[in-house]
């Protein structure tokens, strides 16, 4: 959360820092502000989104070729102008931005206040710079020290650049449980929360590791050191990111985009790892770790959300296929809950944005106890994918949209993926059986093509439904997961309170809360618990909810009992997940946009979610 930009070089630095915040806004966007460095400290800031800024700025001289930016997401402090970063040190001699939080600023803040510093906000941000200043003027050191030491003291997590008017050609930048990327260009250099304000002028990036401050200086060679003042070699690595990858492409939003795009995504997932000719399926990036697997008394599965969800999907993947015990966890909810884990466990890590905090330290937790730690990550270089001691891809492309959607597909696939071989290779399925798997797997790209021309269908339902004030999913087995998606969707951009259930506990509890008023969202799809469902789609009618029924193609029986239904096409009971989910994001994309809500960058929620 908060996003971070700064540059050095010979260009002017303000529009590479706009646009590298814009880039970062789903990362935050409570506040916004720049820092521009030419003989003073410059600070532009203010409450809102970048474009405010921008506004704010309009006029003002933004003229240098170093300076850093800052996209806020709250923690300490509500969104406000005082409270934005950046922030100068007592005597303006220093700034700050920061993403991540400072666990132990209370005890420094009272400390910093008897020693005659005076605070203008509530942030634990500038407890920090307060600190770097003090150090700096008592012990006579070099600003680089300076902030080394003062790390040194701090409790938390940070990514941090700080500029210095005493050194107008220098960037300090410093990570720990926050994520920071190094741009290296032609004499010039980028810091940045992730590669997406990079990628436009160079490929070539460091990631910094935790507990590293990177000394940037106009001209001269990076250099990292480690807080504990060893230095370390720069790893360059060349950035596989387009640019086009960032644009809308001609979409309203990102998350339409990125729904639409769920045909590619899945495929790219498979792509490389599925061969349908000679009948395998090879997943690189865990090769080492499949004896362990296919031995594998159990599984952990951990993750947050959306990825979560798709965890479920994978727990139900792996006992049904290759019939290991699963687990799936909240990464916050098992790294607080002393849980038994032992050498011979695995865990599988599931993140998007490679950087929740909660999943990562989850991962610490797990390999501290000795558990082998896969990775289903995608982004590349991210904190959870260097974590990990193995892991998977998913090649669903860069998501923007605060709300994941092509995330989740991709992570289902490769979960299938992988309970697909570890079965075979345990012989819980057959060799005939797992090559009609292989072949339905290569068909689903084009039913989920197929389902998004369902797209205006789903559009006049969301019309009728959209000024409802709650809605309920149900789904069972594969499509209990299914249900809880749909509802988190719905809930996160349009800000209707929505209810994921297996359908069969409704009669446990929710079904007191159905009345004419309350649509229902039922993924009834054949094959599994149909019949079930139908008894349950039954109970709400009687009861007069409004039935939304996610149906198989030509399923009369359900067409009759439901108020509004969609057809997708028929599949695998395992695979249904990847095409129910479609016409679940788009009624929740379509009543957002309805109702006049930020799609892209829904309120309190930041895409990348890096304080626990
Ligand atoms: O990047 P991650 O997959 O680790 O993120 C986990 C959740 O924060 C994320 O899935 C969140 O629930 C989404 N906004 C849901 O759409």
Known sequence: ??????????????????????RLEYRGYDSAGVCLLHDELQIYKCKGKV?????????????????????RWATHGEPNQVNAHPHYSMNKSLAIIHNGIIENYGTLRSELINRGY?????????????LIEDIKENEKVELEEAVRIALNQVIGAYAIVVLSKENPDMIIAARKGSP????????????????????????????MNDEEIAIIERNKELIIKTIRNKTTTPYIQKLELSLTSLEKGGFDHFMLKEIYEQPRSIRDSMRGRLHLEQGIISLGGIREYEQKLINARRIIITA????????????????????????????SEFRYRNPIISEEDIVIAISQS??????????????SKGATVLGICNVVGSSIARATHAGIFTHAGPEIGVASTKAFTAQVIVLTLMALKIAMKKGTITQSRFFQILSELETIPEKVELTLKKNDEVKAIAKIYKDVRNFIYLGRGYNFPVALEGALKLKEISYIHAEGYPAAEMKHGPIALIDAQMPVVVIATRRGTYEKVISNIQEVR????KIIAIINEGDEAVKKLADHFIEIPETEEFLVPLIATIPLQLLSYHIAVMRRCNVDQPRNLAKSVTVE
């Open 1 to 22: 959360m908060c996003g971070i930009v700064a540059y050095i070089g010979p260009r002017e630095a303000y529009p590479i820092l706009i646009k590298g915040l814009h």
């Open 51 to 71: 474009s405010e800024l921008e506004l704010f700025i309009d006029g003002q001289d933004t003229s240098g070729t170093i300076g850093m930016a800052h996209t």
């Open 118 to 130: 005076v605070f203008t906000s509530e942030t634990d941000t500038e407890v920090l710079i307060h």
């Open 180 to 207: 920071m990327v190094i741009g290296i260009g032609k004499d010039e250099f980028f810091v940045a929360s992730d590669a997406t304000p990079i990628v436009e002028y160079t490929n070539n990036v460091v990631f």
């Open 304 to 331: 947050c959300g959306t990825s979560w969800h798709a965890g479920l999907v994978g727990e139900y993947l792996l006992e049904d296929l290759a019939r290991i015990p699963v687990e799936v966890e909240y990464s």
């Open 354 to 367: 490679g950087e929740t905090a909660d999943t990562l330290a989850a991962i610490e937790l797990a390999k």
């Open 542 to 545: 009687a009861r007069k909810g």
